[in-house]
């Protein structure tokens, strides 16, 4: 019954590493999104993908990149991690990229890097 | 470049009070302010939304004020309770365009 999972939910890894997260929405929504969620709680939208198509890309290391095999999924690959990239990665999924619909978020997963 | 400024960082309540985040914006292109709550170890989720061509929503226990002269708007709970200890963000966005979340605030309801 999830409407937004993510995998997995912690992540330790040493710097340097290349790890994936990956998300899954059942909503059938078509716009899929990657936040990050720093310690002080600061939201940052990183990713946003319409129909498996990028349409935002923030200012974020060319170390990630996302991946969207169809609507109901998108990935996030990152690369050389860095102590830096320890977070809260947040995915979201809306019915359309307009900006007026709800945003469902699935329950995160917490990269460490050591 | 903070495109929402949100205060206060953290706040305090007893049991039985009102609780008060406030959000400011620039961008008078923004035109849809929603309210997410964020309960520890989840994602936030959709508390309360408002469009500024009304002034005031309520729901419950919550309430959105909105001034749009001023590019103002903020959150009420009344009668807070400690299971709304949460982090609440306030966030503007426009046709088309993406959301662009305050910084949050901390709230703990002291029983």
């Known amino acids: 019954d999830t409407a937004v999972s993510q995998t997995p939910k912690y992540l330790v890894t040493q710097m340097g590493n290349d790890k994936s997260i990956k998300c899954e929405q059942n909503?059938?929504?078509?716009?899929m999104y990657w936040y990050k969620q720093d310690s002080k709680k600061f939201l940052k939208i990183m990713f946003s993908?319409?129909?498996?198509?990028?349409?935002i890309n923030e200012t974020v290391p060319n170390r990630f990149s996302p991946k969207s095999p169809d609507k109901a999924h998108l990935n996030l690959h990152i690369n050389s991690l860095e102590l830096g990239d320890s977070a809260v990665y947040f995915c979201a999924s809306s019915q359309e990229g307009t900006g007026y619909n709800e945003q469902f978020f699935g329950p995160g997963t917490r990269l460490t890097v050591l | 470049q903070q495109q929402v400024k949100q205060s206060p960082q953290s706040l305090i309540v007893q049991k039985g009070g009102i609780s008060i985040i406030n959000c400011a914006y620039e961008n008078t292109a923004f035109d849809y302010f929603p309210w997410y709550q964020q309960f520890p170890g989840k994602g936030p989720a959709l508390l309360i939304a408002i469009r500024p061509d009304v002034s005031e929503k309520k729901e419950g226990r919550f309430t959105i004020s909105f001034n749009k002269s001023a590019k103002q708007f903020s959150l009420h709970i009344m009668d807070s309770q400690p299971g709304d200890s949460a982090t609440y963000f306030c966030?503007?966005?426009?046709?088309?365009?993406?959301?662009?979340f305050g910084t949050g605030t901390s709230l703990t309801v002291i029983p």
């Open positions: 993908y319409n129909n498996k198509e990028l349409i």
């Open positions: 966030a503007a966005s426009w046709t088309g365009n993406q959301f662009y």
């Open positions: 909503l059938g929504h078509d716009t």
